[in-house]
């Protein structure tokens, strides 16, 4: 005997664990209705499910809270193909007998004629019929409405997945066996040999209403070859005729019993279908069931539609519709729904990597997959939710998550002696010994992902680099370093590459090519169009670059109709960015216009590449309340077919190619940074004033009259020191982002403007666009230099470059370098994490970094063996402090070094002003070169 069944919740929990979320909602239902009396009512519940990436809820409503659950479980359980595994006969006899007795079961079994199966929606519309078809349904029928006999077919032979016409296959020989009924020789048709008593038609045609009025529904058209157009199409339905028979005409199948229909598409409540003729097959009754499977292969070939097989994840021949019809548990007669274009161009989004991103944030054009993931700023489903239902989508079982503890102490001692980069015989390494960490250390985590085949062999596999404090950011983040993966990947398939390489190894990401191929196939021939010959452009293995560093790619949004004065309130880096945007389609000719997306509320982190290049470079552009437009460069056609919701229609005649695509933007609000945030919300002063007058104190003592602050940002520290009385007369600002001198320019534009109407000694001051680990022989030997902040935005190699590019060429008199203290993190995060409720579930401990665009945060010990080693390697002193906290344990919160130069007899200054000149001047004071910086200043 077989054992008992686990519940569906049991499975359900077995798979997703706490990721599932039942939310039951109670209702008042009226009962009775007896004549002259209030209507009574009682309770019924509904319930709502929500697993990673799918959402179901129970149509009807149950007596009890439980059995709500159940319900929403087992509809879970069979939108993703999931059988409680007692269920399912384990042998493909077992299976084989089973299907036949299930086949039976629906046409002897009158009770069967008064459940809300699907089914019965079918067969009701043939018993309002006379004569001989009475009850007569098309096999395929009970396929596309009957999730067991799908499963059993799985299990005779494990290729029926994939592939409908196997499982007509099955069940039409099945049916031959199936006591009770009759099935045509030649055709596919099936019915009851005995009729039904009247009595349980009459209960069956009460359920089942007819279609008494003739309804239209949109269909699409997917052509099986390639290159023709998608096609929508009107279908009358009328008559009380059967639904599958208008397909039938539609796509000239011989008649209704040789149309074949798909598993559902897209969301799990959809009934979106494929439905394909079948293709001219022989119909041998009496194969014996061992060697049903024989076709599928040779001629038919020729004619597999690509398209529909993509979206549908199962084999498809010639010609497709695409359409939302269909008998459900839910509904008392026909469902239906129009299918239009951007109906088709969403699923086909869906199975993009980012596409689940753009829908989950339902911005399609503006929103894409972020490169960094921050619990505190990222929208929409998670980095590894979106893993899933990709996964899922294409067909492949869920991926993997291997999570690991690795100890701090083991991390600690890597990095000191690896990551110095030092040569061996240099006094840095004489610092390395040093390098102890004298408080506990807790433990990280890090995570591997695998990605398997249907056939459970690992395609892809990805080895974490970074640890974490928390599991779940361990988890969240190598999701998102996997997605980043296939997103380039299929980004490149997109684009007019001729040649695709799949290398096996890049970032930690490691390929199995031949694997990866063959499970990709289908999506390969549908995205690579312009190569024509996939066996060429699967066979391709050679390297393929990751392609992730996009961030200082600054692109800039040419700006029209700027409206609305500058607030000074501006998206500045790792800031929320709060916006409303318009996107449109408009026609060269500026004729037409067709709004495509519109959101009034659109929140975004600046520099997390969540949004495309062009917008955020508008949005980085403007100050809050300003509005502006821009161009942007046309999207590829799906994505702006996916997006016109409201306009798919009038679309399918315009040439989008040569239109252009505007959008309006708003500044709504901004946020600072966390890391300004917290610093601000538990010091005061705040941090960064703290800083600045750290630096004036230096400025004084010196009696400095030069000053070069080296990534100066948006100059805030140069700024300040105008406001203070300073010895100081040539300010000089260098960084790398335009964005970032642009609004230095215009602050220090208009404060020296101010004060030189009332003073006469008003300090030079130029801002240089250069990397500061680049020497530029204009800023040679300087009274002070200062560096506050910088060094974490680089990775540690170049922090060294820097290092050692200022010590030995720039050669301040005195150097200030600020950083943040890793030690510090907890306190900071502890007291001043903002949404605490948020992350009420999570336990508390210090996320990675401040700020995730820090490639490192050191620890005291790291910061001075790396100071120390500079500063002995180049004849400097070195001494530490910092800003924030009273500097007792763990530390300041900023920490600071401050070189000073030792003065040697041989120093000597040698101003080569005609040395290397890399960098360029942006903005000068006084005769600032306007137009540079525009005329907006
Ligand atoms: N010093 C400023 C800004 C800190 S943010 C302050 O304290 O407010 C870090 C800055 O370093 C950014 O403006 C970034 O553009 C700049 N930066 C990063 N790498 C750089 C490089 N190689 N050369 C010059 N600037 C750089
Ligand atoms: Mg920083």
């Given at each position: 005997m077989a054992a008992a069944a686990p519940t569906p919740k049991a499975v359900v929990h077995q798979r997703f664990g706490a990721k599932a979320r039942y939310t039951v909602e109670e209702v008042r239902e009226a009962v009775g209705g007896c004549p002259g009396l209030a209507p009574q009512t009682r309770s019924v519940y509904r319930c709502a499910l929500d697993l990673p990436g799918l959402s179901v809820a129970t149509p009807g409503t149950f007596l009890r809270k439980k059995d709500a659950e159940q319900a929403a479980a087992q509809i879970a359980l069979d939108k993703l193909g999931i059988q409680p595994t007692a269920n399912i006969p384990s042998t493909p006899q077992e299976a084989w007998d089973e299907l036949i007795a299930r086949i039976s079961g629906f046409f002897i079994d009158e009770n069967f004629l008064s459940s809300t199966h699907p089914l019965v929606g079918h067969l009701c519309v043939t018993l309002r019929r006379t004569g001989d078809l009475i009850g007569r349904i098309p096999l395929p029928?009970?396929?596309?409405?009957?999730?067991?006999?799908?499963?059993?077919?799985?299990?005779?032979?494990?290729?029926?997945?994939?592939?409908?016409?196997?499982?007509?296959?099955?069940?039409?020989?099945?049916?031959?066996?199936?006591?009770?009924?009759?099935?045509?020789?030649?055709?596919?048709?099936?019915?009851?040999?005995?009729?039904?008593?009247?009595?349980?038609?009459?209960?069956?045609?009460?359920?089942?209403?007819?279609?008494?009025?003739?309804?239209?529904?949109?269909?699409?058209?997917?052509?099986?070859?390639?290159?023709?157009?998608?096609?929508?199409?009107?279908?009358?339905?009328?008559?009380?005729?059967?639904?599958?028979?208008?397909?039938?005409?539609?796509?000239?199948?011989?008649?209704?019993?040789?149309?074949?229909?798909?598993?559902?598409?897209?969301?799990?409540?959809?009934?979106?279908?494929?439905?394909?003729?079948?293709?001219?097959?022989?119909?041998?009754?009496?194969?014996?069931?061992?060697?049903?499977?024989?076709?599928?292969?040779?001629?038919?070939?020729?004619?597999?539609?690509?398209?529909?097989?993509?979206?549908?994840?199962?084999?498809?021949?010639?010609?497709?519709?695409?359409?939302?019809?269909?008998?459900?548990?839910?509904?008392?007669?026909?469902?239906?729904?129009?299918?239009?274009?951007?109906?088709?161009?969403?699923?086909?989004?869906?199975?993009?990597?980012?596409?689940?991103?753009?829908?989950?944030?339902?911005?399609?054009?503006?929103?894409?997959?972020?490169?960094?993931?921050?619990?505190?700023?990222?929208?929409?489903?998670?980095?590894?939710?979106?893993?899933?239902s990709f996964c899922r989508?294409?067909?492949?079982?869920?991926?993997?998550?291997?999570?690991?503890?690795?100890?701090?102490?083991?991390?600690?001692?890597?990095?000191?002696?690896?990551?110095?980069?030092?040569?061996?015989?240099?006094?840095?390494?004489?610092?390395?010994?040093?390098?102890?960490?004298?408080?506990?250390?807790?433990?990280?985590?890090?995570?591997?992902?695998?990605?398997?085949?249907?056939?459970?062999?690992?395609?892809?596999?990805?080895?974490?680099?970074?640890?974490?404090?928390?599991?779940?950011?361990?988890?969240?983040?190598?999701?998102?370093?996997?997605?980043?993966?296939?997103?380039?990947?299929?980004?490149?398939?997109?684009?007019?590459?001729?040649?695709?390489?799949?290398?096996?190894?890049?970032?930690?990401?490691?390929?199995?090519?031949?694997?990866?191929?063959?499970?990709?196939?289908?999506?390969?021939?549908?995205?690579?169009?312009?190569?024509?010959?996939?066996?060429?452009?699967?066979?391709?293995?050679?390297?393929?670059?990751?392609?992730?560093?996009?961030?200082?790619?600054?692109?800039?949004?040419?700006?029209?109709?700027?409206?609305?004065?500058?607030?000074?309130?501006?998206?500045?880096?790792?800031?929320?960015?709060?916006?409303?945007?318009?996107?449109?389609?408009?026609?060269?000719?500026?004729?037409?216009?067709?709004?495509?997306?519109?959101?009034?509320?659109?929140?975004?982190?600046?520099?997390?590449?969540?949004?495309?290049?062009?917008?955020?470079?508008?949005?980085?552009?403007?100050?809050?309340?300003?509005?502006?437009?821009?161009?942007?460069?046309?999207?590829?056609?799906?994505?702006?077919?996916?997006?016109?919701?409201?306009?798919?229609?009038?679309?399918?005649?315009?040439?989008?190619?040569?239109?252009?695509?505007?959008?309006?933007?708003?500044?709504?609000?901004?946020?600072?940074?966390?890391?300004?945030?917290?610093?601000?919300?538990?010091f005061s002063p705040p941090l960064s004033k703290q800083r600045v007058e750290f630096a004036v104190r230096h400025i004084n003592e010196l009696h400095a009259t030069t000053l070069v602050d080296f990534g100066c940002g948006s100059g805030s520290l140069l700024d300040s020191l105008l406001e203070h009385p300073t010895t100081l007369e040539k300010l000089v600002g260098v960084d790398i982002s335009r964005k970032g001198l642009t609004r230095a320019a215009k602050s220090l534009h208009q404060k020296l403007s101010k004060k030189s109407m009332m003073q006469t000694n008003v300090p030079t001051a130029v801002l240089y666009d250069g990397s500061i680990t680049d020497y530029d022989s204009r800023l040679y030997g300087f009274d002070i230099g200062t560096c506050l902040e910088v060094i974490e935005h680089v990775e540690e190699d170049q922090a060294t470059l820097f290092g050692n590019v200022v010590l030995s060429s720039f050669r301040p008199t005195v150097l200030i370098v600020s950083t943040p203290n890793y030690e510090y993190n907890p306190i900071l995060q502890g007291s001043a994490m903002p949404n605490k409720d948020d992350e009420a579930d999570e336990s508390v401990g210090p996320c990675k970094f401040r700020n995730h665009d820090h490639k490192f945060e050191w620890t005291r010990a790291q910061f001075q063996c790396w100071a120390t080693g500079l500063a002995v390697k180049h004849n400097y002193s070195v001494e530490f402090s910092g800003v924030g906290g009273s500097g007792e344990e763990p530390g300041y919160a900023s920490q600071i070094a401050v070189f000073r130069r030792m003065m040697q007899g041989q120093e000597a200054m040698c101003l080569d002003k005609d040395g290397d000149q890399p960098y360029e001047v942006l903005w000068e004071w006084p005769n600032a070169c306007e137009e540079k910086i525009g005329t907006d200043l």
């Open positions: 029928a009970i396929a596309a409405c009957d999730v067991k006999v799908n499963t059993l077919c799985k299990v005779i032979d494990h290729r029926a997945e994939f592939d409908p016409l196997l499982v007509l296959s099955l069940m039409y020989n099945a049916a031959k066996q199936s006591p009770g009924v009759s099935v045509s020789d030649s055709n596919f048709w099936i019915q009851s040999e005995k009729p039904y008593s009247p009595e349980a038609v009459e209960l069956a045609l009460e359920r089942w209403s007819g279609t008494t009025k003739p309804v239209e529904v949109e269909v699409i058209l997917v052509p099986h070859v390639l290159e023709d157009e998608l096609k929508t199409v009107r279908i009358n339905l009328r008559d009380n005729e059967h639904y599958m028979s208008y397909v039938a005409a539609e796509l000239s199948a011989i008649d209704s019993s040789h149309v074949l229909v798909s598993r559902t598409i897209g969301k799990a409540s959809s009934e979106i279908r494929l439905y394909f003729a079948a293709p001219n097959i022989h119909v041998v009754s009496d194969i014996s069931k061992n060697s049903l499977a024989c076709h599928g292969d040779g001629d038919i070939n020729w004619q597999v539609n690509k398209r529909a097989s993509y979206i549908c994840g199962q084999t498809i021949y010639g010609d497709a519709l695409l359409a939302n019809i269909g008998y459900t548990r839910r509904d008392s007669e026909l469902h239906t729904k129009d299918v239009n274009l951007c109906t088709y161009y969403r699923i086909l989004l869906g199975k993009l990597p980012d596409g689940n991103c753009k829908m989950s944030r339902d911005s399609i054009l503006a929103a894409q997959l972020p490169s960094a993931y921050s619990r505190f700023s990222w929208k929409g489903l998670s980095p590894r939710d979106l893993l899933c989508l294409q067909m492949l079982p869920e991926p993997q998550f291997a999570v690991s503890r690795v100890s701090c102490d083991m991390l600690m001692s890597a990095v000191s002696s690896e990551e110095r980069g030092a040569p061996a015989d240099s006094v840095e390494n004489q610092y390395t010994n040093d390098v102890r960490i004298n408080k506990e250390t807790p433990d990280l985590f890090k995570c591997e992902v695998n990605i398997r085949s249907r056939k459970q062999e690992i395609l892809l596999e990805y080895s974490a680099a970074d640890t974490w404090s928390k599991e779940s950011d361990a988890i969240q983040n190598s999701a998102l370093k996997v997605l980043i993966w296939f997103n380039n990947y299929f980004k490149k398939l997109t684009s007019k590459t001729d040649k695709l390489y799949l290398s096996e190894c890049t970032d930690g990401v490691k390929i199995h090519p031949n694997i990866f191929l063959r499970e990709f196939a289908m999506c390969l021939s549908v995205y690579g169009k312009t190569g024509g010959n996939d066996s060429a452009m699967c066979n391709a293995v050679g390297p393929f670059s990751m392609d992730t560093q996009r961030k200082h790619l600054e692109s800039t949004a040419k700006l029209t109709h700027i409206d609305g004065p500058d607030s000074g309130v501006f998206p500045s880096h790792g800031s929320l960015t709060c916006i409303s945007y318009t996107a449109s389609l408009v026609t060269k000719d500026k004729a037409k216009t067709y709004l495509l997306e519109s959101r009034n509320e659109f929140e975004f982190e600046i520099g997390t590449d969540a949004v495309s290049n062009q917008l955020e470079s508008c949005v980085t552009q403007l100050s809050v309340n300003q509005t502006a437009c821009f161009l942007a460069e046309l999207p590829p056609r799906d994505l702006i077919m996916a997006a016109a919701f409201e306009v798919s229609h009038d679309l399918s005649n315009v040439s989008i190619e040569s239109c252009f695509l505007e959008f309006f933007v708003k500044v709504l609000q901004v946020t600072e940074p966390l890391e300004d945030r917290m610093e601000k919300a538990l």
